[in-house]
Nanobody, 123 residues
Framework: DVQLVESGGGSVQAGGSLRLSCAVSVSSANDYCLGWFRQASGKEREWVGSLDSDGRINYADSVKGRFTISKDSAKNTLYLQMNNLKPEDTAMYYC??????????????????WGQGTQVTVS
């Protein structure tokens, strides 16, 4: 089955940086879209960015230029480097994938599996 385990969250001051990690346990992980999402208290989960199976990365406008997604395939780990953090970035951050979809178009599909999340608080 699929296991996603996030880590790296914490509390930082505005302007600071954090790097989140998502350990991905799924066979042929490179075939799947992997994405980062976040959910602030009282709000719906929103997409932050994603990495498709062709290596293309897309970001939400709200984080473009500040956040960077990368992946270490040898470690099966997805990263989210967050720089110049703002109070509005405060949220629970999740990584996710769609286990039932393989290929570069799958980032447009609904995700089927999520990690437990890691909290980011910016003050």
């Amino acid at each position: 089955d699929v296991q996603l385990v996030e880590s790296g969250g914490g509390s930082v001051q505005a302007g600071g940086s954090l790097r989140l990690s998502c350990a991905v346990s799924v066979s042929s992980a490179n075939d799947y879209c992997l994405g980062w999402f976040r959910q602030a208290s009282g709000k719906e989960r929103e997409w932050v960015g994603s990495l498709d199976s062709d290596g293309r990365i897309n970001y939400a406008d709200s984080v473009k230029g500040r956040f960077t997604i990368s992946k270490d395939s040898a470690k099966n780990t997805l990263y989210l480097q967050m720089n110049n953090l703002k109070p509005e970035d405060t949220a629970m951050y999740y990584c996710g994938t769609n286990k039932y979809c393989r290929g570069s178009a799958c980032c447009n599909s609904d995700f089927s599996h999520w990690g437990q999340g890691t909290q980011v608080t910016v003050s």
